[in-house]
């Protein structure tokens, strides 16, 4: 069985495809919102090494992915195609479309920040508070949680990307990909490794 996409070497990447503000980035949201503490001192080179992204000294595509100046280079699907539409169906033309690439963590805040502005709000009363609650009709937790899970889990193999439509009664976020071996949709309503 062949390596998935993320877990290979890319052919032609060099290190300086990595962007090192990406990667500053990244060690500060690692260290001070997660606590981890990095063994030497948080070089790119040595921030990859350490995250298990480098193979014998070769970038993988998840680096790329993840911290690179131009990551659809090495892997062009790997975007998120974002559709708003007005009603309860496809129309054309699309309403509001935007294809969002750059790295996993930018695809993810600019889709949900995609979604997000387009939902549904309501602002509560000042009962409690002087600041008054707004409330989204659907938890932006939820949208946050759901768009991470279709960009981490696609299948990076495929030429499809991610797409998100947004509707007058639903969202629907779905990707390249399918359950791994183990799992059935019947396991998926019982308890089950993530």
């Given at each position: 069985?062949?390596?998935?996409?993320?877990?290979?070497?890319?052919?032609?990447?060099?290190?300086?495809?990595?962007?090192?503000?990406?990667?500053?980035?990244?060690?500060?949201?690692?260290?001070?919102?997660?606590?981890?503490?990095?063994e030497?001192?948080?070089?790119?080179?040595?921030?990859?090494t350490?995250?298990?992204?480098?193979?014998k000294?070769?970038?993988?595509?998840?680096?790329?992915?993840?911290?690179?100046k131009?990551?659809?280079?090495?892997?062009p699907?790997?975007?998120?195609?974002?559709?708003?539409?007005?009603?309860?169906s496809?129309?054309?033309p699309i309403?509001?479309?935007?294809?969002?690439?750059?790295?996993?963590?930018?695809?993810?805040?600019?889709?949900?920040?995609?979604?997000?502005?387009?939902?549904?709000?309501?602002?509560?009363?000042?009962?409690?508070?002087?600041a008054?609650?707004?409330?989204?009709?659907?938890?932006?937790?939820?949208?946050?949680?759901?768009?991470?899970?279709?960009?981490?889990?696609?299948?990076?193999?495929?030429?499809?990307?991610?797409?998100?439509?947004?509707?007058?009664?639903?969202?629907?976020?779905?990707?390249?990909?399918?359950?791994?071996?183990?799992?059935?949709?019947d396991?998926?309503?019982?308890?089950?490794?993530?």
């Amino acid at each position: 069985m062949k390596d998935p996409f993320y877990l290979t070497s890319a052919k032609g990447e060099k290190l300086s495809d990595i962007a090192p503000d990406r990667i500053d980035w990244f060690v500060v949201e690692a260290s001070v919102k997660r606590r981890f503490s990095f063994e030497k001192t948080p070089t790119p080179k040595n921030v990859l090494t350490e995250l298990g992204l480098l193979d014998k000294k070769r970038l993988l595509h998840a680096a790329l992915m993840l911290f690179g100046k131009n990551p659809q280079r090495f892997c062009p699907a790997a975007v998120v195609k974002c559709s708003h539409y007005h009603g309860t169906s496809v129309t054309r033309p699309i309403p509001s479309h935007q294809v969002l690439g750059n790295t996993l963590f930018e695809q993810v805040d600019a889709a949900a920040d995609f979604v997000l502005s387009r939902l549904d709000r309501t602002i509560g009363g000042r009962e409690e508070t002087t600041a008054a609650e707004e409330k989204l009709e659907i938890p932006k937790e939820a949208i946050r949680e759901i768009i991470v899970n279709a960009v981490v889990h696609r299948d990076y193999d495929s030429n499809a990307s991610v797409q998100i439509d947004i509707f007058a009664d639903r969202v629907e976020i779905m990707n390249p990909g399918g359950l791994t071996d183990e799992l059935t949709v019947d396991d998926l309503v019982k308890k089950h490794l993530s």
